[in-house]
């Protein structure tokens, strides 16, 4: 599905700003054009329609044997007269708006009682052939309207159709004035229309200038929003590494600020990470002491039986200690990150292994091989045997160690990577370990930003995919 609304913060203001200063010029522009081509509209109206007046008061003294050569005699401008003694040419039944401001004009300058006397139409070109006076000795005319000169049309010596005369309009305004004997005086001039206010020869200019505002605003809008990609970054670099480097505190004011409690809140996280190591580092000195005191007190135990529990128990109990000081150190995190080749790793770690080839990733070295030899010695411990393979996916690298074990309960699959949480029945508790073995793993893991996951093969056993991502 095409998303039609941006989702980026950016996206969304370019499209507001584009719809809000596109929208209001496009509207303002429009407004003015409409006003203005009305403005012109009536102004053309006005002067149309005092020559046509001028004519008819001039005719009207004219007597009636003599109208026609009178007519046939006169000069204008953008205009063309034609007497009719009894049928007028203008039906008044496709009024337009240039149309009814003519009409209007007219009756303003005539009166009102005259408007009767006035009829105003749109009419083609060829309807005006129909008219039966046109062909006759009564058509006259008026020089000066564009491709209309003395002897064309019908009757007029050029045997051609006023619809088919170069340069003539294919829409005309008729506009017929009774005279006071019954006969018409009748008008043909050019209809006036509004052109379109995308042809105004402003209107590129108009719109390269919105444009120039829309970029300006684009870049503005970019250089304000860029420091959010660095929030990004920065908390996804905190969520792998509580040790990565404070991001720069630059941009506006308030990018600043915000920029700063978040350096701020990772250097309150690194100290309770510090202090939580340190006070670990601390309880496992100071136990060590009562440990080391109490195995040598065991070996003057007269019992073997009890002496051999004794310091088996305080052997564990050591082994706890210092498994969880390593857990908390968090080594993986402050180990260096470098290019290594991931086959090369795995293959130094077992002989059944099949995947891709040379695949380069940025991590870790110890820790990967930490996380790879844990999941590998389990696969080994429990299953029997342990496969390997690795694929390149898009944005990703995909590792899977199979085993042909027993597989475990699909509840304990997220169970398993708690930290200190032993399986009863599944796994060995006495090759258990402490517990802490997955849950590094994951530790690790996540801290390169992937994951680990454990379910059960279809075909039995048990798989591990580890997900490491490359973007």
């Known amino acids: 599905m095409i998303r039609v609304w941006p989702s980026s913060l950016v996206g969304r203001t370019v499209a507001v700003l584009l719809l809000g200063l596109a929208g209001s010029n496009l509207a303002g522009f429009a407004f003015y054009w409409t006003d203005r081509s009305q403005s012109l509209a009536e102004s053309r109206a006005g002067q149309i329609a005092g020559q046509i007046i001028s004519v008819a008061q001039t005719v009207e003294e004219v007597p009636g044997p003599s109208r026609r050569e009178f007519v046939r005699g006169l000069h204008g401008t953008g205009i063309r007269a034609i007497w009719t003694p009894e049928k007028p040419l203008a039906a008044q039944d496709r009024l337009s708006p240039w149309a009814a401001s003519l009409r209007s004009a007219l009756a303003r300058e005539m009166g009102k009682e005259a408007k009767k006397r006035i009829k105003v139409s749109i009419l083609e070109l060829e309807d005006l052939e129909r008219f039966g006076p046109l062909a006759g000795p009564h058509e006259t005319m008026m020089r000066g309207m564009p491709g209309m000169g003395r002897g064309s049309g019908p009757g007029g010596g050029s045997g051609r159709g006023l619809g088919r005369l170069p340069g003539v309009p294919r829409l005309v305004t008729a506009v017929s004035v009774e005279l006071t004997d019954g006969s018409w005086l009748n008008f043909l001039t050019p209809t006036f229309g509004a052109k379109p206010f995308w042809s105004s020869s402003i209107f590129l200019p108009m719109l390269g200038a919105t444009l120039a505002v829309i970029l300006i605003s684009v870049l503005a809008v970019w250089r304000a929003t860029a420091p959010l990609a660095l929030f990004t970054r920065a908390a996804e670099r905190l ?126 070295p110890l820790a990967l091989k930490r996380v790879f030899a844990n ?37 304990e699959c997220e169970k398993v990577f708690t930290a200190f949480y032993r399986l009863e029945h599944s796994r060995s508790r006495e090759t258990g370990g402490v517990g802490l073995g997955l849950a590094v793993v994951r530790s690790i893991v996540r801290a390169h930003g992937g994951d680990v996951m454990l379910s059960n093969r279809a075909e039995g056993g048990l798989r591990a995919t580890v997900t490491l991502p490359t973007a």
């Open 239 to 364: 969520g792998r590494d509580v040790n990565a480097p404070a991001m720069a505190e630059k941009g506006p004011g308030e990018v600043r600020r915000a920029a700063r409690s978040f350096n701020e809140m990772q250097g309150r996280l690194q100290n309770f990470v510090a202090d939580r190591t340190q006070m670990l580092a601390a309880i496992s000195h100071d136990l060590r002491t009562p440990i080391t005191r109490m195995k040598l007190r065991a070996e003057f135990v007269d019992d073997e039986e009890q002496r051999r529990k004794m310091l088996g128990d305080l052997d564990e109990m050591e082994a706890m200690i210092a498994a969880t000081l390593s857990f908390a150190r968090d080594d993986a995190a402050r180990e260096e990150r470098e290019p290594l080749d991931l086959a090369q790793l795995l293959r130094s770690l077992c002989d059944d292994y099949s995947g891709d080839q040379g695949v380069t990733y940025v991590g870790a």
């Open 375 to 411: 999941l590998i010695g389990n696969a080994v411990k429990y299953g029997g045997t342990a496969k390997v393979s690795l694929a390149e996916e898009k944005n990703s690298i995909v590792i899977t160690v199979d085993d042909d074990g027993p597989g475990i309960p699909e509840e």
